[in-house]
């Protein structure tokens, strides 16, 4: 099998895959109302040309004929194209909701978050979510086809019972039927052109509805200069677009140029036929009908090849979007459970990292050792590497070089799911999880979220405890202003739940703190160490490892080892104690910042 006939095979798999996505009584009603619009424009046409001929000859009871079968060919054709119409809608919307959402799935369930941080990948992924309605109506033009199949026979066979030359008709629209989907290429292109820009004025105008950033944009008198950039690249977006418009629309018009010769000459020579009487004047109406239909049935074709060609890459973008899903975790190949309990602990064997598309190595060649217990703080300047190595020991990336072993076994051997489950932590950038307090909480175990002494721990563990008791229906509040009731949170307030909602899990093997305090004040990061202590000691039991990343030199002094990174590389390692002795670079910063606090 060839690579065409393999990515042709798969295309047509992902479209049997579409359709039963849908209601399948919704398909069968399609069914139906095509093969009626089809057997109704034919009736609507013979109708209209015997309502003639029999005027023209004074036969009243086969013009009452006429009437009749014109009147249900009317009849059917507007009611089947309406409730075509309406069906295609409602199941359109409904695929197109779950590619949308079965995009989001492959995104989310993709092992690192490499992909997250790509923009090329951003800018595929919102056409992939965006093309799922085309892929649905590309299902639909397999099924008009067979209808408009039936209505181009019923139309050469009328058009055959004029004059056999009336047949060439149809070739003059040969030229739409290839053009009109070619000139759609244009338009797709500019979807692509434009894709970053229109994701980054979206986000820009999307700052005008946060609280937080439309604070920010008020305090700098900053609105208005965003706005008017956000217009800018809108404008460009248009701009894009209109320049694939213009060239789709000339391309699109030398076929639709030739169908109208055709259908003009058509014309020409049924009046010929009629003035040397070799046709009737229910003849010429005929033709005129029938070449209508013929042109709209072009039309409609036209139009679904074009859809079939704009499907046909969403079609590939999808896959592309299953083939990468498959590729990334296909580097997590680990199936080995992580230990119940850590014996050895944690090991980086000359670990390097890169950021993918850069060149400057973040982390390089670092060792260190991490024994069962025991809490370490990573400390240094901003780019040092120390969020970095939190997505290492995590799993979000893989080293470019070197090895984290964990209890002997490297990290890529180990199944990364299992892993996480026995990994927690706070990070910078928490999620703001607008829905009640217990589930804001309580989601950092799912196998105790119904637990409520359970989270009651936590929330107390994460010193959210104060908040709680504030909140007037306490876990059962909803927060933030998604909800017309619900309670919106300081942003410490937050914090401290995002930081109970890590102190979840009764026995992870590996607790992250990376900069949980940042939007505390000091009396209040002092209070909440003092709650990390408890914990770290009660998981340092059971062979935990607490790693706790933090700009305030004063907190992390309770660590039982300090990691000092500068530019990937550890500089400096010991207790609070050792480090300030040997009056180095951590006994340095640390003596500015207890100066600076004064």
Not at 113 to 136: Q, T, Y
Not at 256 to 266: D, K, N, Q, S
Request: charged share 20%; with cysteine; glycine share 8%.
């Amino acid at each position: 099998m060839t690579e065409d006939q393999a990515s042709a095979k798969r295309r047509l798999g992902l479209m049997v895959r579409v359709v039963r996505m849908a209601d399948r009584k919704l398909i069968v009603l399609l069914a139906v109302t095509l093969v009626l619009s089809a057997v109704a424009g034919a009736l609507q046409s013979l109708g209209l040309k015997w309502l003639i001929d029999a005027s023209v000859e004074q036969r009243w009871a086969t013009a009452i004929a006429a009437v009749a079968v014109g009147g249900v060919g009317a009849g059917l054709l507007g009611a089947a194209g309406r409730a075509m119409g309406d069906t295609e809608h409602v199941v359109t919307n409904e695929v197109g909701l779950l590619i949308d959402r079965n995009s989001l799935e492959m995104t989310a369930s993709i092992a690192g978050i490499e992909h997250l941080e790509n923009p090329a990948f951003l800018d595929k992924l919102s056409l992939v979510r965006s093309g799922g309605p085309a892929l649905m109506r590309a299902v639909f033009t397999v099924t008009r086809t067979l209808s408009l199949a039936i209505t181009m026979a019923a139309s050469l066979w009328l058009l055959a019972t004029v004059h056999p030359l009336l047949l060439l008709t149809p070739i003059c629209a040969i030229p739409t039927a290839v053009l009109v989907p070619r000139s759609e290429r244009y338009v797709d292109a500019a979807k692509a052109e434009a894709a970053e820009r229109q994701r980054a004025a979206t986000h820009l105008h999307a700052l005008f509805l946060k609280p937080t950033s439309a604070m920010e944009l008020r305090v700098f008198n900053a609105a208005g200069w965003l706005d008017r950039r956000a217009d800018e690249l809108w404008r460009d977006v248009a701009n894009v677009a209109l320049r694939g418009a213009v060239k789709s629309a000339l391309v699109a018009s030398l076929g639709w140029l030739a169908l109208t010769i055709g259908y003009v000459a058509a014309l020409l020579f049924t009046s010929y036929l009629a003035l040397d009487g070799r046709a009737t004047v229910g003849d010429i109406v005929l033709v005129s009908q029938l070449a209508l239909i013929i042109r709209g049935t072009v039309a409609q074709t036209a139009d679904a090849a074009r859809r079939a060609a704009a499907a046909l890459r969403t079609a590939d973008r999808f896959l592309w979007l299953e083939d990468l899903h498959r590729e990334a975790n296909a580097r997590y190949p680990g199936r080995t459970a992580p230990p119940e309990q850590l014996q050895t602990g944690i090991e980086l064997q000359d670990l390097s990292f890169t950021y993918p598309n850069t060149d400057v190595a973040v982390l390089a060649d670092l060792n260190l050792t991490i024994e069962p217990g025991t809490t370490i703080a990573l400390v240094g300047n901003n780019g040092a590497g120390k969020s970095t190595l939190v997505k290492l020991l995590t799993g979000m990336y893989q080293p470019t070089k070197g090895r984290i072993v964990i209890d002997g076994t490297d990290l890529v051997e180990l199944d990364i799911g299992q892993w996480r489950a026995r990994a927690s932590g706070t990070f910078q950038d928490f999620v703001r999880l607008e829905t009640d307090a217990h589930t804001t909480i309580g989601i950092g175990d799912l196998q105790q979220i119904d637990n409520t002494e359970r989270v009651l721990l936590a929330a107390q563990r994460g010193g959210a405890s104060p908040v709680i008791a504030r909140l007037p229906d306490g876990l059962q509040t909803k927060l933030g202003k998604t909800y017309q009731d619900g309670q919106e949170l300081s942003g410490g307030q937050w914090q401290r739940l995002a930081i109970s909602r890590g102190m979840m899990p009764a026995q992870p093997l590996l607790l992250v703190l990376d900069e949980p305090t940042a939007a505390l004040d000091p009396a209040a990061e002092q209070e909440l160490f003092a709650h990390y202590r408890t914990t770290a000691a009660e998981v340092g039991q059971d062979g935990a490892i607490t790693v706790l990343i933090s700009h305030r030199f004063s907190s992390v002094a309770m660590a039982d080892r300090i990691v000092v990174l500068d530019h990937g590389t550890v500089v400096e390692l010991g207790t609070h104690e050792d480090l300030m002795a040997r009056g180095g670079y951590y006994a340095k910063m640390y003596r500015k910042q207890a100066d600076a606090y004064g």
